[in-house]
Structure formats: C-alpha cells, structure tokens
C-alpha cells in the first residue's frame, strides 16, 4: 500500500493550490479525483474573478494572499494565466445599495484594502458605459482583478507535480477507513492508500465524503448559470457588480476578458439547489434585460453560449476549515460558495501550515477560528 503524509480529495481550485502548498512544505502529498483531469467540477465553470473586496474579515486576509499569488504568478512560474488587475466596482442605484456598500468600506478599510467610494461622476469616469440615470455611485477596487479559470488551475496542477505532488484521476473514494478514532487512509475504485491526514475538498460533493466517516456538513450545491459572448473591442476595465435584488436574482456581475469576450453570471433567487448543471431558458432573457439596463451599451453583442455549475453553498456563506474533532487527522476545506479560485491560493498555505504546524500566527488562528466547521453560523457574509 502506498503511503503519503496528505491525501487530497478533490482537484479543483481548492485541491490543486493545496496540493502545490502542502508539496512546497515538504509534505509527501496524493489527490484523488474522481473527473479525468484537473478542475472538471465546478472550477471549470468559474468566470475567473478574484476580489479582496468582501465583508468578512477572514476572507479578506485569504483572497489579499491569493491576489498575491495570482498578480505575481507569471512572473514567479512563467505560466500565462491571463492575469489582468482590472479592478472590481460594486454600483449603487439606490439609496440601500449605497448604504450597505458605505458601511462595509469601514470594515474592508481597516484590513487596508485598496478600495474607494467613487460618486456618479467619479465612477463614470471609471466606467464610462454605465447607465447614469439614477446612478448614485458605488465602490471601486482597483487592486481586484481576474484570470482564466482553465489555465490557472492547469498552471498551478503542473507546479504542484513538478514540486512532487501525486495526482491520481478517474479514481473514486469508496471509503475513508478509521481506526481507535484515527484517520488511516482512502479506499477507491482502483486500489487503498495510506495516510494520516485525509483533506475534505471535494467541492460540491463535500457532503458525501462526510458521509464516509460519519460526520455531517452542512454543504449543498446551488446552481448557478453564466455566459459568454463574442470577442469586442476592450472597452471594460473592472468586473461590475450590481447587488440590487429581484424577484428571480439576488444580484449580478460582468466584465471583459483580456481576449475581448463579456463573460456574465448571475446568483439566483430563489436558490436552485442540486446537482443538475444543465443550462436552462430563462437565463439569458433574465440577465440580458439587466445588463442591458445596466449598460445599454451591451444591447446589441451577440452570446456565444452559456453553462450552468455549482456553487457549494454553507447557511453563512462562509467556508467550513478545519479539523474534525470526531475524528483525528480528518482535515475539512469545504464550502467555498462559488469563492474556490479567489480564496484557494491562500487557504492552500494555511492549510499546509496547519498540517505542518509551522508558525501558526495569530491572524491564522483567527481566522480557522471564524472559518470553524463548529460555529454557529449567526453571522452572514454581506458580499457572498
């Protein structure tokens, strides 16, 4: 039986960087997959953008290391991910937009964000193809920014083998056996392997791997649609965020990819929840009449074709990290709610320092603290 220090479940945008992390660290590191390569559950159908700019203060520390990583990433590993700090702009048509989106600059300030109130005027000038009736303003970050899901995930799936990670594809976990309380490896389709630590990141299908060692997350999949459309000429810099609520969407977001496409998704209300991932017919007339509202501009550019993948939903929408306390050496990365890419670069170090036990800080401790599998989740995170 083969024998690693961390098995992995799960290759996507939480597994991968974890794995590159834990394999860094010096760490003897195994992820099983049951897709035929990297990224094929949900993170393929990420639209690619990565913000600081949210309004829990741990997410915030975790997606300012991962913006870190992914600026720099070309020039650290000379992988083009596409990378472009273009900024995120969240805008307020109603005085309970501006509100919400003024009161959360005092706490995304204080974690020293880069990020700005921009008056109708001022945003304009930004984004000059907004629609200015009734525009009021709205933030701006110019420090966020995007890259492309596919090649990201490849980039840093080819580092983490390179430093010595193992990945086995096309493989299903049947079992998780435990012995005295203890973790002791992972049985699949093809073979057993042996660990003392086994990593929950298995994204949507968290709930079902919990399953096999009898501890129970509160992890759903919530389906959510998104598109594409031609290549234009670059006349967008930031991805737009427009969080007004309707009967059918809690809020929308847009931007344009360095090759020239407006790639769009919108969050549902209410939520659909399950694992169908097939593209229905009421999204592109429910997203196309607010985007064109939003930028009139848009009225005329022609889709190329839309997909539907899942966001796995937490009741704070916040991720579960952590130990299990059932069970010794059941490590959980759970739950990112559609964040994996902008949050997995920095919750894969932490998780390698949680494993190691490497000079655990105490924004660290915070931090697993506010994220525990065991929190009561009274809080809700404004910006998910």
């Known amino acids: 039986m083969d024998s690693y220090d961390v098995i992995i479940i799960g290759a996507g945008s939480v597994g991968v960087p974890t794995a590159l992390a834990m394999a860094q660290a010096g760490l003897k590191t195994l992820v099983l997959d049951k897709f035929a390569s990297e990224g094929q559950g949900s993170n393929k159908s990420a639209i690619g953008g990565v913000r600081a700019t949210h309004s829990d203060p741990t997410k915030i520390r975790l997606s300012k290391r991962s ?35 003024k009161d959360l600059l005092r706490i995304q300030r204080a974690y020293e964000l880069n990020i700005d109130w921009c008056d109708r005027n001022e945003l304009l000038d930004v984004i000059p193809d907004l629609n200015p009736v009734g525009l009021i303003g709205g933030t701006f970050s110019p420090d966020d920014g995007y890259c492309s899901t596919l090649l990201v995930g490849h980039a840093q799936y080819e580092e983490a083998k390179r430093t010595g990670a193992v990945f086995r594809f096309s493989e299903t976990v049947e079992a998780i056996p435990v012995r005295g309380g203890h973790i002791q490896g992972v049985r699949t389709n093809r073979r057993e392997y042996a660990a003392r630590v086994v990593l929950n990141a298995a994204g949507a299908w968290a709930k079902q791997v919990g399953g096999m060692v009898g501890v129970e997350h509160p992890v759903n999949p919530d389906s959510h649609e998104a598109g594409i459309t031609e290549p234009v000429a670059h006349f967008l810099d930031p991805m737009v965020v427009d969080i007004r609520p309707t009967l059918a969407s809690l809020n929308y977001y847009f931007y344009q990819l360095s090759t020239g496409q407006v790639v769009f998704c919108i969050t549902p209300s209410p939520s659909i929840w399950g694992f169908d991932r097939s593209e229905t017919s009421a999204f592109l007339p429910m997203i196309s009449h607010r985007i064109v509202n939003l930028m009139p501009r848009l009225a005329n550019i022609r889709v190329r074709r839309s997909w539907r993948g899942l966001y796995p939903m937490t009741p704070d929408g916040s991720p579960l990290v952590g130990w299990a306390k059932e ?24 998780l390698a320092r949680v494993v190691t036990q490497n000079k655990l800080s105490a924004e660290d401790q915070d931090t697993l603290k506010c994220l525990s599998p065991y929190r009561d989740f ?6 998910k």
């Open 378 to 383: 009274s809080a809700e995170e404004k910006l």
């Open 327 to 350: 069970i010794e050496g059941y490590l959980m990365a759970i739950g990112m709610c559609g964040q994996g890419l902008m949050l997995g670069p920095g919750l894969g170090e932490l």
């Open 67 to 101: 913006l870190e990583i992914l600026s720099t990433w070309k020039e650290t590993y000379g992988h083009d991910i596409e990378w472009t700090t273009g900024g995120y702009s969240f805008v307020a048509y109603r005085e309970q937009e501006e509100k919400i989106l």
